[in-house]
């Protein structure tokens, strides 16, 4: 049985999203990350990044972490790829050289999306777009993700899915873009992009954790 360690609230959505969409069974142990506890969250938490048992599990002290049996990971998109190539059917790899694709989804998502998208995510988050700090990071942010943008709009141009169907390489890419997503006109010269983001949003399986990570104490 797996055991995802995590709440819905931060990079473990990815990994739940690609087991809701394969209808895996695992085990959940919701670790709340130590700097977001504050009453009343730390009462609901009596488990959270910082403390001995989880560190025991990640001495980094984040999640998303996955057991499965002996192995152990802690990286989101490797967790995201272990569990679509083993256990996720058509959302995994069918050859070698659709596991080299994946992984470089993968890449281009954690170095060429994500360092800049989380950089609004935190603006907005940190209640600062208003100010021109705030105004000033996520311009610069936009601009240097246009250059990673226009290349999955000519990439999804005549095409669904970053594959030829839906795969863990979309889970991976339009999570880490999802965190540009509070500014809205970072999407606006990118149709392509803007229509796959509202497609990947609309699957049963990413409302389903969306609405488990609503309800989740903020
Ligand atoms: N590279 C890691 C980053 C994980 C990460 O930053 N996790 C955050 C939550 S989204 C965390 O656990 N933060 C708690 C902390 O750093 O203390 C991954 O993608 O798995």
Redesign the pocket.
Known sequence: MLTLY?VYR???LRPLWVLAEAEIPFTHVPVT???RLAEPLAATAPLN??TPAFLAINPI????ALRDGPLLL????A?CLHIARKFGGALGPASADEASLMENWALFA?TAIEPLSIEILYVYRDKLAETPTGEGIVKIAAQKLARPLARLEAHLQGRNWLLDRFSVADVMVEECLRYGQPYAPLLAPFPNVARWMAACQARPAFQQVWAARNAEPE
């Open positions: 995590g931060s990079r473990a990350q130590a700097y990044t910082a002290g984040q999640v998303p802690t990286e989101s998109l967790i954690a």
